[in-house]
């Protein structure tokens, strides 16, 4: 990865594809060193830094926590339909580019904004609320012991691929309306979008059948599930749009796989948040809390696009441009946590969740679930530990996350 000088280039105020002076938020350095990369980007040009993307694509990372704010909070000037990317309607994004999953227009909620949003949002919304209530939290205590009857009586086990990897994936596919061994197979497939690389959209594409399947069978066959919830909802929604929100509610349980294992990570390499927990004496919300200001499941927002000319953090945007935020970054942003060993406890103004209209709609659901995997952890084995030393916990990261590698723990058979 290059940190060099800065050139600009003839797209617009965004650097060149192929300037050589840019930092790329892909390949080895980025895997191992995302956050220091994110320092030097911060020191060099402030709240907004020109980077590249996989593919050389160009783009503006915003680090500063107010400037996320302000692109969240105002579609109008950034908005959240690709089709006004400039790079992508004139020809410089390549069909196989492994960003489309990510960025290229959809026709769901997130990619749309004012009252098509509003329309599909509100469905999504009503869905999502109807799933709380058939059972979020019996199906992650199913879901939780099941995993756990697959390690119990081995007294180690490794708790992201053997747990947080699965869990809330399990759990939404039952809510989606998928059989379980469908859901571990989507497992892989949304790991591989969310890290890019040649296969992404070959594992886009199987998502997408899978849910044109399921769409086509709950149109004939209704069941007790979000599929069926989203074909009877009065918002009318055609084939696709239920096909891709189906994939939006999937690809967001992927990302709570990270906050699963982030939140495990902490409680078990602090032994007064463990014996905390045990006790009663701590939530797990505060945990969790913690973990969405330090290490956000989601490190790196995609995307908004110029809607005009505009300035940023002191960078001259132009219309058209791709702008992606960065929710570690801004949520470490020294204007706003002079001293990030402050207590957060009580403080929900972080923004692993985005904010404004996007807002992530199922973050009561995302919550029920790590607060049952935790506990039932807990409860199951008594006495677990960390295998293996906290500082050789090691991590891997994309442009979009940041993945604990592995968490080894042991335990009294």
């Known amino acids: 990865m290059n940190d060099q000088s ?9 650097p060149v594809a192929h300037g050589d002076g840019i930092t790329r938020l892909y390949g080895p350095e980025s895997a191992t060193d995302s956050h220091g990369i994110y320092e030097r980007l911060r020191k060099r040009y402030g709240a907004v830094a020109p980077v590249l993307l996989e593919g050389d694509v160009p783009a503006w990372l915003v680090l500063g926590y107010r400037e996320s704010r302000r692109v969240l909070d105002n579609p109008l000037q950034f908005s959240r339909d690709s089709r006004i990317w400039r790079d992508w309607n004139e020809g410089r994004i390549a069909e196989t580019s492994p960003l489309i999953p990510m960025l290229a227009w959809r026709p769901d909620c ?44 081995k007294g180690r086990a490794d708790l992201v691929a053997d747990y947080a990897d699965y869990l809330p994936m399990l759990v939404m596919t039952r809510i989606l309306g998928l059989a379980e061994a469908e859901g571990r197979r989507l497992v892989e497939s949304c790991a591989q979008v ?42 009318a929604l055609d084939h696709d749009e239920v096909v891709h929100h189906l994939r939006v509610v999937l690809i967001a349980a992927h990302v709570t796989t990270n906050l699963l294992a982030r939140v495990l990570q902490l409680v078990l390499t602090d032994a007064s948040r ?30 908004r696009f110029a809607a005009s000319d505009v300035e940023l953090g002191g960078q001259r945007i132009e219309e058209g441009d791709l702008l992606v935020l960065g929710l570690a970054s801004g949520n470490l942003d020294p204007e706003v946590r002079p001293d990030p060993g402050v207590s957060v406890q009580g403080n929900q103004a972080h923004l692993a969740f ?47 996350d940041s993945r604990l590698d592995r968490l080894p723990v042991e335990f009294p058979v």
């Open 6 to 14: 800065h050139g600009s280039g003839a797209a617009g105020g965004c």
């Open 110 to 153: 997130v990619s749309q904004d004012g009252e098509p949003h509003r329309r599909l949002r509100g469905a999504v919304n009503d869905v999502l609320q109807a799933a709380v209530g058939r059972g979020i939290r019996r199906h992650a205590t199913h879901f939780a012991n099941k995993q756990i009857d697959g390690f119990a009586d």
């Open 194 to 235: 969310l890290k890019g690389g040649e296969d992404a959209l070959m594992h886009d594409g199987m998502i997408r059948e899978i849910f044109g399947e399921l769409a086509e069978r709950r149109r004939s066959e209704p069941g007790s599930d979000l599929a069926t919830g989203l074909l009877e909802h009065h918002a």
């Open 274 to 303: 463990l014996s905390g927990l045990i006790s009663g004496q701590l939530n797990i919300s505060a945990v969790v809390e913690e973990v969405m200001w330090n290490s956000p499941p989601l490190a790196v927002m995609p995307g």
């Open 354 to 400: 985005g904010a404004g209209p996007h807002e992530c709609p199922g973050q009561s659901i995302g919550q029920s679930m790590i607060e049952v995997a935790v506990d039932v952890l807990l409860h199951r084995l008594p006495g677990l530990r960390l295998a293996v030393p906290a500082d050789e916990l090691t991590t891997t990261a994309s442009t979009w």
